[in-house]
């Protein structure tokens, strides 16, 4: 089976960072400096729907603006590498392990997603990968497809892992299997509401769902 994955709240604990380069990047465009909550809802979207849903009032230069700033304040605010939750390396090495293939469906951009593999050393482990700024934004599922079509195989031999109502949706408009991860950024029961065959509390309780059981 195919396991597609978020990688910001599902597979990589970024949220704070996120919010707060968010924060000081609307700041510095003139726009309001949104709670922390605003924010971490967008999480999962491409950077532009994410503004255009943050700041609909903003005139498009405030908007490039920001897109800017924020670039500017995410390269400047790293540090140490963003952590992987508790569990991910052991569970993605366990499930390679009994024949099952990895890729990544993110919100992130290529450059970025690119930035985290190289600084965790797991880019090799995944089959594929797209991001945002390669295809349409989630809940779009263009790159579902694209990941099917790559891989050579349908959606119901795949499932779609993920912390948002985003990435349950886009699997739900093709069809595909879906699992909520609660520790993210959306709460269990939004993420119940999109009819997840399950929502988890630990990245390997993946390895309990039985299609993945070797």
């Known amino acids: 089976m195919l396991v597609i994955l978020d990688w910001d709240g599902t597979v990589c604990d970024s949220e704070a960072r996120i919010v707060a380069c968010m924060q000081r990047a609307s700041d510095r465009a003139g726009l309001p400096v949104l709670d922390p909550s605003a924010i971490s809802n967008i999480i999962g979207l491409g950077l532009p729907e994410a503004i255009s849903t943050l700041f609909p009032e903003a005139h498009s230069q405030q908007r490039a603006d920001l897109r800017e700033y924020y670039a500017e304040e995410w390269l400047g605010a790293r540090g140490e590498p963003l952590p992987l939750f508790d569990g ?17 469906a993110t919100g992130k951009s290529r450059r970025g997603l690119n930035r985290e593999f190289a600084e965790h050393g797991v880019g090799h ?3 594929t990968s797209r991001c945002a700024d390669e295809t349409a934004s989630k809940p779009n599922p263009t790159m579902l497809r694209e990941i099917l079509s790559e891989t050579d195989l349908p959606a119901s031999e795949a499932v779609m892992v993920g912390d948002t109502e985003f990435d349950l949706k886009m699997a739900a408009a093709i069809d595909m299997p879906a ?29 309990s769902w039985p299609p993945l059981v070797p």
């Open 88 to 104: 991910v390396l052991d569970t993605l090495d366990q499930l390679l392990c009994t024949g099952h293939q990895l890729a990544v």
């Open 125 to 127: 482990l995944f089959t």
């Open 179 to 207: 699992i909520g991860v609660s520790y993210g950024v959306h709460s269990r029961e939004r993420l119940h509401d999109c009819g997840p065959l399950k929502v988890i509390d630990h990245f390997a309780e993946l390895l």
